[in-house]
């Protein structure tokens, strides 16, 4: 597998919490920070394109989030061929006590569940977001995911469908670019929490992408969540079987 896994820096402060394993790719000159890693798959894509290659665009702070080491990441990914995106959702509890991804984002985002419920007519879904059950499996909560031509091409079609109509809808647009939070000590508006809730809709409304997530049992998550990780897990097998 010709693999690329790329790890994003945009200070020099953060060069030291990069992996060998990880190519290095140097944001520091970010024309257009609001949009995150947006323009920066846009411009991988099209790097990558015509090729066989995966790759993905991993964030400084994956130790910090996944507690695992980047070297076993890129080993499950060679030792299990054959899919179109494969990812990380370090977030456990979130997949094993909500619903779904955008009402537990309403939490800290509030207005989330509004803004789904004008995005999601528009994608042909007519089910509201407070009704829309997500399988486990289904959720992500990171841009952690390394995939190939076929899901990128089909991911970031999917993306610009939803920004165009974003575009067309004032309150949409309102929340999507203006409207902020205080996230990490800095003002942030709903782009970044919206656009990587998109990769698990766009999972389930594409269902001929071949999806492998990484292990749920695996002991990274015990470092996570100490003792609570046995139960974390129950909880999500018994809503597999729901």
């Known amino acids: 597998m010709n693999l690329f896994l790329y790890q994003s820096y945009y200070s020099e402060e953060q060069l030291s919490k990069l992996s060998p394993v990880f190519i290095p790719y140097n944001n520091l000159i970010n024309p257009k920070p609001l949009l995150r890693e947006y323009p920066m798959w846009k411009q991988l ?8 290659a995966y790759w993905g665009f991993l964030s400084w702070r994956w130790m910090e989030k996944t507690h695992l080491e980047p070297e076993v990441f890129r080993e499950w990914i060679l030792n ?3 899919y179109d995106v494969y990812h990380i959702d370090p977030f456990l509890d979130v997949a094993a006590t909500h619903t779904n991804i955008w009402t537990q984002g309403d939490i800290w985002v509030p207005g989330m569940i509004d803004f789904c419920n004008r995005l999601f007519p528009k994608l042909g879904i007519n089910t509201k977001v ?14 952690y995911y390394i ?18 109509i974003i575009e067309d809808d004032p309150e949409m647009k309102h929340y999507m670019y203006e409207k902020t939070i205080s996230y990490n000590g800095n003002q942030v508006p709903g782009f970044p929490f919206v656009t ?5 809709l766009h999972n389930i409304l594409y269902r001929k992408t071949k999806v492998k997530k990484f292990p749920i049992d695996y002991p990274n998550y015990k470092a996570i969540y100490g ?11 018994r809503k597999k079987t729901l």
């Open 227 to 237: 003792e609570a990780h046995t139960g974390l897990v129950s909880l999500y097998n």
């Open 45 to 52: 894509y099209e790097n990558h394109k015509g090729t066989d």
């Open 196 to 200: 990587e809730r998109l990769f698990s």
């Open 147 to 164: 995939g190939n031509e076929n899901f990128w091409k089909s991911f970031i079609s999917f993306l610009d469908e939803c920004l165009n």
């Open 80 to 82: 299990n061929p054959g």
């Open 130 to 143: 407070e009704d829309y059950v997500y399988h486990p499996d289904d959720f992500a909560t990171c841009n």
